[in-house]
């Protein structure tokens, strides 16, 4: 009985790939969660710790929460909090509801004036406005300084439609006919037939909108005054241009090393996004990788 060799790609792999596999695993996860665990950390950590560490705790041995407390109880980053959180539900939402509908439209073969809407979509996504125009056409719409400016500029995110466009071109359109025959029209079938199919591809692109929306800070610095500011632009304040902010007070609060304000702020900023994306980390690979099959 004759034998043939395995292809190399089927031998199992030896113990020094292994191994050096499993130690370029490692390096990368600490290269990936040192950062925060030093972010975290020195949040915690206490004013005399920090400034003994040079600014760093890599592990606090007496953590507190005062930091979190003192910019917490000044209310700048609660109300900053709120306006991100309420511009990310409201925006992702009204993003959403307008993409889909677009690329269900643009998806249709024999729509009336497809082809040259699809064309003039791509060209803004080749040839974006500026920032003068943009400020020009949000000052001359009346929702300056109004969290109206942070959402109807970005409404609808090109490579976020050309995504689900494609997704909904790859639904059989034996489907389509199947929901025609039984009497359906363009709403029916959108909502009974298509969306209940794309519930990959929709949590990948709702979570593009909602990273997107929830980071913004350009926006807000060209569009609202510091009252109505998120929290990213808060954040940036406190970073960038902190020390006006923390190597005084903040709140009523007594006076806390700068760094452990600023780290306690960046967490803050960062949490609640990081714990929405475990939730949907499984529909990214099947819901990009099967909307970008087909364009």
Same mark, same amino acid.
């Given at each position: 009985?004759?034998?043939?060799?395995?292809?190399?790609?089927?031998?199992?792999?030896?113990?020094?790939?292994?191994?050096?596999?499993?130690?370029?695993?490692?390096?990368? =996860?600490?290269?990936?969660?040192?950062?925060?665990?030093?972010? +975290?950390?020195?949040?915690?950590?206490?004013?005399?710790?920090?400034? $003994?560490?040079?600014?760093?705790?890599?592990?606090?041995?007496?953590?507190?929460?005062?930091?979190?407390?003192?910019?917490?109880?000044?209310?700048?980053?609660?109300?900053?909090?709120? =306006?991100?959180?309420?511009?990310?539900?409201?925006?992702?939402?009204?993003?959403?509801?307008?993409?889909?509908? +677009?690329?269900?439209?643009?998806?249709?073969?024999?729509?009336?004036?497809?082809?040259?809407?699809?064309?003039?979509?791509?060209?803004?996504?080749?040839?974006?406005?500026?920032?003068?125009?943009?400020?020009?056409?949000?000052?001359?719409?009346? =929702?300056?300084?109004?969290?109206?400016?942070?959402? +109807?500029?970005?409404?609808?995110?090109?490579?976020?439609?050309?995504?689900?466009?494609?997704?909904?071109?790859?639904?059989?359109?034996?489907?389509?006919?199947?929901?025609? +025959?039984?009497?359906?029209?363009?709403?029916?079938?959108?909502?009974?037939?298509?969306?209940?199919?794309?519930?990959?591809?929709?949590?990948?692109?709702?979570?593009?909108?909602?990273?997107?929306?929830?980071?913004?800070?350009?926006?807000?610095?060209?569009?609202?005054?510091?009252?109505?500011?998120?929290?990213?632009? =808060?954040?940036?304040?406190?970073?960038? $241009?902190?020390?006006?902010?923390?190597?005084?007070?903040?709140?009523?609060?007594?006076?806390?090393?700068?760094?452990?304000?600023?780290?306690?702020?960046?967490?803050?900023?960062?949490?609640?996004?990081?714990?929405?994306?475990?939730?949907?980390?499984?529909?990214?690979?099947?819901?990009?990788?099967?909307?970008?099959?087909?364009?």
């Amino acid at each position: 009985m004759s034998t043939h060799a395995r292809p190399g790609w089927m031998e199992k792999p030896r113990p020094a790939t292994q191994a050096a596999k499993a130690v370029a695993l490692v390096a990368v =996860v600490l290269l990936v969660c040192v950062p925060f665990l030093v972010i +975290l950390s020195t949040s915690l950590a206490s004013q005399r710790e920090v400034v $003994a560490n040079g600014g760093w705790v890599l592990w606090p041995q007496h953590p507190t929460l005062k930091a979190y407390r003192d910019i917490l109880d000044g209310g700048i980053v609660t109300h900053a909090l709120g =306006v991100s959180a309420g511009v990310t539900l409201v925006g992702t939402l009204l993003s959403l509801v307008c993409t889909v509908t +677009l690329a269900y439209a643009l998806s249709r073969p024999g729509v009336f004036g497809g082809k040259p809407v699809l064309l003039l979509i791509l060209f803004t996504f080749l040839f974006p406005p500026g920032m003068i125009p943009g400020f020009l056409l949000v000052k001359e719409l009346g =929702v300056l300084d109004s969290y109206s400016s942070l959402i +109807l500029p970005v409404l609808v995110n090109v490579f976020n439609l050309v995504v689900l466009r494609g997704f909904f071109q790859g639904i059989p359109e034996e489907l389509y006919e199947a929901a025609r +025959l039984d009497g359906a029209g363009d709403w029916r079938v959108l909502w009974s037939v298509v969306l209940p199919l794309s519930k990959a591809a929709l949590a990948v692109v709702g979570l593009f909108y909602a990273v997107a929306y929830w980071n913004s800070w350009f926006y807000a610095s060209l569009y609202l005054e510091s009252d109505h500011w998120p929290l990213q632009q =808060v954040l940036r304040t406190y970073v960038v $241009a902190g020390s006006g902010r923390t190597d005084t007070t903040v709140g009523e609060g007594t006076v806390n090393a700068p760094q452990t304000v600023q780290m306690a702020v960046l967490v803050i900023a960062t949490v609640p996004i990081l714990l929405v994306y475990p939730f949907l980390q499984k529909y990214f690979t099947k819901g990009v990788l099967t909307g970008a099959v087909k364009s």
